[in-house]
């Protein structure tokens, strides 16, 4: 029986909604307990599942030196949660096991690809295609039988796993590469109030800290900067890098094969501010049917449809008719390179000009020239119309880097717009990272990171939980010579919106333009990280605006949120009952948005660039740094400190996931040199040796 | 050497491309080629060493010999991952042959059950690097000048349970090159179109920069004078690990055995000492290395080691 089932044999009223919650979480566990899941084995079930473990042989803890023997003790009983099964947590399952570990949990919604081989190192070529989870869960065991490792394979934001769920675990253990999952299980352990060890890599930067409620920040304490979106403007009609005409291209496959979406037009943009013509002439535009006839009044989609995806058509149109077009919005063209036009039947007539010789490269990385990419578009569109009709009726396509005919698709559609806007173009290879949101990733860094991870979670089982630290791992070491640098970890933010014991945030808004599903999915979804909100109005009558669950208030997705009375001022109580989790948003009517901007988080920081400024670091370390024993050169400190990434690495799914909403953001953080020989240091600066080896050498005893 | 791509190794496959995407992406085809191109020797398949031959494996060298001349017990087993659980009494590197290979069949794994202090000097030059972990100070610093004079690269490292350490030798002329964001130079061409109009570079565009760095050797790196200024001065910001090679490497303790104590007292110097601790008490610590401790420190130490344990004074003193 599912869990859907069991949520909507509890309607009641909405006054009971208390009551409600408690009975979905016994129940949602009962529940779980009768799916078809390996069950949750009790401690004293170890003995019976591990015969070889009866004759006393010594433990795996006792073998390693230095761990105390109740602390031995204690990771052969404790229950911790590993989330995620990729590079992270393959090291961090062999790490945890080999130091004693015994009882663990593991669950990735992901299989194996590939690439993955080259640093998930218990997946080896026979098992693409198969479950992250449980084939790291079969390859831990033969080096170690007597783990007890229950492996899921699904996704951590499921209602399933819920905070009963997360209170059986001592210990939970990020190995994660998406923001939105992060967020979740930062929310899930802050509920059930379980130390949660956070973890990233990226390249050879990483990072781990840790989070445990009312002592320190959560992950969600300090806004993150949001993925770097481009105007609609910048997409549709100047372009002036790479990455606008991949973006472009992106939206491109999406109006042609797979779900249109309002926010990916591709066609020119008549409504640019900078094009700024006079009010008539505007208007004129707007009715006026040119040269491209009626295409403004249909869908991408549906023309593509009436030519029969015909990619002779679909190149004239996109690269050469769209590009006259915009040559006639001549402001725009004022003070940039106008773009120049591509025919068809002209290139194919043209000389085949030489192209670089493949030499020393991968095939991928070649650059083409226009021929080429002109042929590989025409190839793609083929093959995708094919894969289209095998579909069927209605059929969408879903765009995947690791699909080659996606991937060539988006390759040359990007470069023909780079080639028409005097760009250089881009080898497929390097296509493929900005499309594909691709983090460079090896072995190594997540070895480390993995290690790190472990040895936080012994402080946490230990008690020792004063010891605990961010540590970053830098690319060069800092002019200490440390490549890991710890830092104090911070108190909780007292107006975090997540941890605050009352959260409230302000959002503006305009109430007659944003639809009720607009708040549900980009703000509470996408932006607050909620997993499934319920929200009412406070109003005096709690009504009802968005519930959870599914289809009770579909009605409701497409009104503006002033049809229910929502104005300047008002307030919205959002729920997610899953996370535990209630969130205030006050809402301020605003009229004045920038445009393509739908709504803003008052006292959010503006969008900071990804790139690190030299002066900006100079700044921070210059400030950071109290010790007048510290070497001469502050400069030359912050040109040798990198800024160091806390990465959600999200690549764009492939098709065998099941997870299709993730998103790739990167973090600055800056990091704090730890080391000072100044008794009055800053609270974040940390000695270089243990705080133990002060003591005298009652270590001994 | 690895300076030189051989021909045939110019081309990597589909194969290896689609498995090292990623790490291509990050230290590029280049350095790829190289990786592909060597051959590396592995000295020690304890913990460090499985960790490093999974590294190396992933990584995608040309080949890798795992050498171990002792034999898997119940402990060394439960130290690593390679070892299957019903091999004890095998040797060691044997035992992790056949799941170092499965990380990876495209790198050639070998298994030579050897001791290293037994291998002349000709069995070095045949690879590229040469990674030493659980061997001795002598034997890590003849290697080290052997290796020297035909430039390749050495590493050692130990671990001893929270503690470890790693050293390197590049060599006295080691090239890298080093990867810089592209300084776009103003344009010579003569030409009246305003800046904004020139065909962009893009500015994620990086150029690498060729780079020369001298490395010590080992035998240097442990020789230190710490009765000079310079070298006091320094004390502060030494690893108290760098001591641990000192102290003891020489006597390659196990985990079990070593108890590092450490009580920085700044500049007033101090005395490194090892004790031999035997008997009852404390049976898991056999030698307590000191690093830096005041004289109080170390009667009380002398105290609770009086009964019948062996006390004996090491090398590595300074004023």
Known sequence: MSLGFIQSRLQLSRSSRGRQLNQLRVLSQRARSLRMREPLPSPQDQTAACPRRRNAEPTMAQLVGPLRKELADSLSSCRVLVVGAGGIGCELLKNLVLTGFKNIEVIDLDTIDVSNLNRQFLFQKKHVGKSKAQVAKESVLRFCPSANITAYHDSIMNPDYNVEFFRNFQLVMNALDNRAARNHVNRMCLAADIPLIESGTAGYLGQVTVIKKGQTECYECQPKPTQKTFPGCTIRNTPSEPIHCIVWAKYLFNQLFGEEDADQEVSPDTADPEAAWNPADAAARATASDQDGDIKRVSTKEWARSTGYDPVKLFNKLFKDDIMYLLTMDKLWKKRKAPLPLDWTEIQQTECSQEEACGTGLKDQQVLGVQGYAQLFHRSVETLRSQLTEKGDGAELVWDKDDPPAMDFVTAASNLRMNVFSMNMKSRFDVKSMAGNIIPAIATTNAVIAGLIVMEALKILNSDFEQCRTIFLNKQPNPRKKLLVPCALDPPNASCYVCASKPEVTVKLNVHKTIVQALQDKILKEKFGMVAPDVQIEDGKGTILISSEEGETEANNNKFLSDFGIRNGSRLQADDFLQDYTLIVNVIHSEELEKDVEFEVVGDAPDKAPAPSAPEEGKNIANGNKDSAQPSTSSKAAAEDDDVLIVDSDEEPSSSTMDASQESSNRKRKHHDADTDDAASKRKRLDQQPADDDEDIIALD | ?319
Not at chain 2, 154 to 159: E, P, R
Not at chain 2, 177 to 200: G, I, L, R
Not at chain 2, 284 to 289: G, L
């Open chain 2, 1 to 319: 050497m690895i300076d030189t791509i051989e021909k045939e190794d110019n081309i990597i496959s589909e194969e290896e491309a689609a498995q090292y995407d990623r790490q291509i992406r990050l230290w590029g085809l280049d350095a790829q080629k190289r990786l592909r191109g060597s051959r590396v020797l592995l000295v020690g398949l304890r913990g460090l060493g499985a960790e490093v031959a999974k590294n190396l494996i992933l990584a995608g060298v040309k080949g890798l010999t795992l050498l171990d001349h002792e034999q898997v017990t119940e402990e060394s087993r439960r130290a690593q991952f390679l070892i299957p659980v019903d091999a004890d009494g095998q040797n060691q590197a044997q035992a992790s042959l056949e799941r170092a290979q499965l990380l990876n069949p495209m790198v050639e794994v070998k298994a030579d059950t050897d001791e290293v202090e037994s291998k002349p000097d000709d069995f070095f030059f045949q690879f590229d690097a040469v990674c030493l972990t659980r061997c001795s100070k002598d034997l890590m610093v003849r290697v080290d000048q052997l290796c020297a004079s035909r430039n390749i690269k050495v590493f050692c490292g130990d671990v001893y349970g929270y503690h470890g350490y790693m050293f390197s030798d590049l060599g006295q002329e080691h090239h890298y090159v080093e990867e810089k964001p592209k300084v776009v130079k103003a344009s010579n061409e003569a030409n009246d179109a305003p800046e904004a109009k020139k065909p962009k570079i893009d500015p994620n565009e990086t150029t690498m920069v060729k780079k020369t760095v001298s490395f010590c050797s080992l035998k240097e790196a442990l020789e230190v004078d710490w009765t000079n200024e310079k070298a006091k001065s320094n004390l502060k910001r030494t690893p108290a690990d760098y001591f641990l090679l000192q102290g003891a490497v020489s006597e390659r303790c196990s985990a079990q055995e070593l108890f590092l104590l450490r009580r920085p007292e700044g500049q007033r110097g101090g005395r490194l000492l090892r004790i031999q601790i035997s008997g009852p008490w404390r049976t898991r610590e056999r030698c307590v290395a000191m690093h830096v401790c005041s004289r109080n420190t170390m009667e009380f130490i002398f105290c609770q080691c009086a009964t019948g344990i062996k006390i004996c004074l090491l090398d590595g003193t300074f004023a």
